[in-house]
């Protein structure tokens, strides 16, 4: 078995991401509008129920506009995230994988894990590059890894 070669892809928000995005919230609005039409009163329920429903539609389209802009490397041995000047190793887990995008958890070494959605129109061109590195583990997995390494005898 071999490594998948060497890729850089960039990252943003993609028309997915936004898609789901809008979907998700455009479908707390509908459930909420069907609520208070259905009800016979309206309470202080329906009241928190609205501000829940605002709170995290604020939020999730906030989120989604925030989006780093950002490349995620494979150099054949490591995973990595290039935003501006600041790079972090990452070790990407595939969450959903829809073949035209996917939504992958980066996990840092220390720190708060990324959540990142790469999309095919985002670079056509390397789109399979991409896929088969992340589903191709590397033949050495630990071989760059310091911390999996033995430690040195004892004299």
Do not use: K
């Amino acid at each position: 078995m071999y490594n998948a070669p060497a890729v850089t892809y960039p990252m943003g928000r993609s028309r997915f991401q936004t898609g789901l995005t809008l979907a998700v919230v455009l479908a707390g609005g509908m459930a909420q509008a069907v609520w208070w039409l259905l009800s016979a009163a309206h309470g202080v329920s329906h009241l928190l129920g609205l501000l829940l429903w605002l709170v995290a539609g604020n939020w999730a389209l906030w989120h989604l506009r925030r989006t780093a802009l950002a490349q995620l490397v494979w150099d054949g041995q490591s995973w990595l995230w290039c935003s501006g000047i600041n790079r972090q190793v990452v070790v990407p887990q595939v969450i959903v994988d829809a073949q035209h995008s996917l939504l992958l958890c980066l996990q840092p070494g220390a720190g708060a894990s990324r959540w990142a959605w790469p999309a095919q129109q985002a670079q056509p061109e390397r789109w399979l590059a991409l896929r088969r590195a992340l589903f191709n583990p590397p033949a050495h997995p630990l071989a760059g890894d310091p911390r999996h390494l033995a430690a040195p005898p004892q004299t």
